[in-house]
């Protein structure tokens, strides 16, 4: 089997799994991860001007296909709980590992540590939450803002549709 159609696979037995339905193939344009799409505004996760550095914050962008935007999730634990590593083949966490509010997703090396593991939780349709396992808290965008290059963040999860995402 293609490298891609295994990890297609296997990313959409582990959320089949994690959501407890079966899920149709991976979107047809996933290259070789998935878009995840802010349920707020439809824009999509990624990384500040696609950069490769690491510490660089997390944002909401136009769908573009770029590498920054492409997530793999890996499961850590067999079940719920994935590390997600962009196309760069690093990991998305949370700035020094905070717990606080507001803190700042960022991408890193995939290193193992808490702040990087995130909870899959599915919430209604296709749309699900990320929870970060560290922290307890959800990925959302900053203020709920629907610009461009606004920063993602851990909040209090509140059920507001900045912290709702899908494919």
């Known amino acids: 089997m293609p490298k891609i159609l295994r990890r297609i696979t296997t990313v959409s037995a582990g959320l089949a799994v994690a959501a407890g339905v079966a899920l149709a193939a991976a979107p047809s344009a996933a290259a070789s ?18 950069s490769t550095a690491w510490g660089t914050r997390a944002v909401q962008w136009e769908c573009n296909g770029n590498a920054d935007q492409q997530w793999t999730f890996h499961s850590v634990d067999g079940g719920s709980s994935y590390t997600l590593t962009n196309d760069h083949g690093l990991c998305l966490g949370v700035d020094n590992g905070s717990r606080s509010w507001g803190a700042r997703a960022v991408q890193w090396g995939c290193n ?28 959302g965008i900053d203020n709920a803002s629907t610009a461009w290059n606004a920063t993602a963040v851990q909040w209090e999860c509140n059920g507001n549709a900045d912290q709702n995402w899908h494919f």
């Open 33 to 50: 991860g998935w878009g995840i799409r802010n349920n707020n505004d439809g824009l999509c996760l990624g990384i500040d001007q696609n």
């Open 112 to 139: 193992g540590n808490p702040d990087q593991k995130w909870l899959y939780s599915p919430i209604s349709g296709n749309s699900f939450r990320l929870l970060n396992l560290n922290s307890g808290l959800c990925l």
